[in-house]
C-alpha cells in the first residue's frame, strides 16, 4: 500500500523546529492556499454534518484546512455516517443472517467494512488517524505560547 504524503503543516509539527520535519528535512510548505475552512455542504447527512462540526475546529487551529478541502472533509464525512449507520444496523441485528443457501454474514458488516477503509484513507488525509494523534496534540493550542507559529 502506498504512503500518502502528509499536509507540510503536519510534517511541521512533528519535526525538528525551523522548517524541518522529523527527520530534519527541510520541509517544502507547498502553494499558499488561503488557510479558512470551507462552509460544509447543505446535503451532508444529519450524522455526517455533526461529525464536520465535530472536526474541523481543531483541524482549523492547525491550518490544516482550505475551502477546495470541502469534496474530501465530505467525503471523510459521509464515510463515517455509513460507517456508525452499519454498525448500528450490525449490533441490532447481528453479524449473521439466514438465508436460502444458510447462514451468511449480515451485508452491514461489509458495508461497515467498506466504509471504515474509505474513512480512515480520507481520515489519514486530514492528520485524523492515531498514527498523527501526537502531532495534532503538540499543535493544539497550548495556553498561548508566543513561539508557536501553529496556536
Known amino acids: 500500500m502506498a504512503r500518502t504524503a502528509q499536509?507540510?503543516?503536519?510534517?511541521?509539527l512533528k519535526g525538528q523546529g525551523a522548517g524541518k520535519d522529523s527527520g530534519g528535512r527541510q520541509v517544502n510548505v507547498g502553494p499558499a492556499f488561503k488557510r479558512v475552512p470551507p462552509q460544509p455542504p447543505e446535503w451532508l447527512s444529519e450524522e455526517a454534518a455533526a461529525e464536520w462540526a465535530r472536526v474541523v475546529p481543531g483541524l482549523s487551529r492547525?491550518?490544516?484546512?482550505?475551502?477546495?478541502?470541502r469534496a474530501g472533509l465530505a467525503a471523510y464525512?459521509?464515510?463515517?455516517?455509513?460507517?456508525?449507520?452499519?454498525?448500528?444496523?450490525?449490533?441490532?441485528?447481528?453479524?449473521?443472517?439466514?438465508?436460502?443457501?444458510?447462514?451468511?454474514?449480515?451485508?452491514?458488516?461489509?458495508?461497515?467494512?467498506?466504509?471504515?477503509?474509505?474513512?480512515?484513507?480520507?481520515?489519514?488525509?486530514?492528520g485524523l488517524t492515531p498514527s498523527?494523534?501526537?502531532?495534532?496534540?503538540?499543535?493544539?493550542?497550548?495556553?498561548?505560547e508566543d513561539d508557536n507559529p501553529f496556536a
Do not use: N, Y
Open 132 to 144: 498523527t494523534e501526537q502531532a495534532l496534540a503538540r499543535g493544539a493550542d497550548d495556553g498561548g
Open 7 to 12: 499536509p507540510a503543516a503536519l510534517k511541521l
Open 62 to 69: 492547525l491550518d490544516l484546512l482550505k475551502p477546495e478541502d
Open 77 to 126: 464525512c459521509e464515510a463515517w455516517a455509513v460507517f456508525r449507520e452499519a454498525t448500528e444496523t450490525v449490533q441490532r441485528e447481528g453479524l449473521t443472517i439466514e438465508a436460502r443457501q444458510g447462514t451468511l454474514a449480515h451485508p452491514a458488516v461489509g458495508i461497515a467494512r467498506a466504509a471504515g477503509r474509505e474513512m480512515r484513507s480520507w481520515a489519514g488525509h486530514f
